[in-house]
């Protein structure tokens, strides 16, 4: 599938015109992204994570060799280096508002309150 897409890409380039496989595509990238994010339960977003995924499969389909590899393998690595990436991203956001909040936390606890006369 991957491989028609690509030869009907080049002659894209000449011709415009849509690509009859790209609907079939996105659709199996669909199923490949669900079943990653569900199978590895990333605790992230879903659907921002899922969007994510789907631009950077895009953004890489053009990279993708078929004489180096097979298009699964090479998809699910893509697909969970960058799920990595968003986890790790949100993890540490979530440190960062954590730290801060108790941060705060603490100096509202050492003030003083303002006594009214």
């Known amino acids: 599938m991957i491989v028609l897409y690509l030869k009907h890409d ?23 992204i669900s079943t990653i994010l569900e199978s590895f ?15 950077l499969v895009i953004k890489k389909l053009r990279n993708f060799d ?6 699964f393998n090479y998809f699910t690595t893509v697909i969970l280096n960058n799920l990595r990436l968003v986890y790790t991203k949100k ?3 979530d440190k960062k508002i954590a730290d801060l909040f108790e941060i705060r936390k603490e100096s509202l606890e050492n003030t003083q309150p303002i006594k009214n006369p």
């Not at 002659?11 to 990238?29: C, I, Q, S, W």
């Not at 990333?42 to 995924?53: G, L």
């Not at 078929?66 to 298009?71: C, K, T, V, W």
């Open 10 to 32: 080049k002659k894209k380039r000449k011709k415009k015109g849509p690509n009859p496989f790209e609907n079939e595509l996105m659709a199996l990238f669909d199923i490949l």
């Open 66 to 71: 078929p004489d180096h590899g097979s298009a």
């Open 91 to 93: 993890k540490k956001y």
């Open 41 to 55: 339960k990333f605790s992230v977003d879903s659907d921002d994570a899922k969007q994510e995924c789907f631009l």
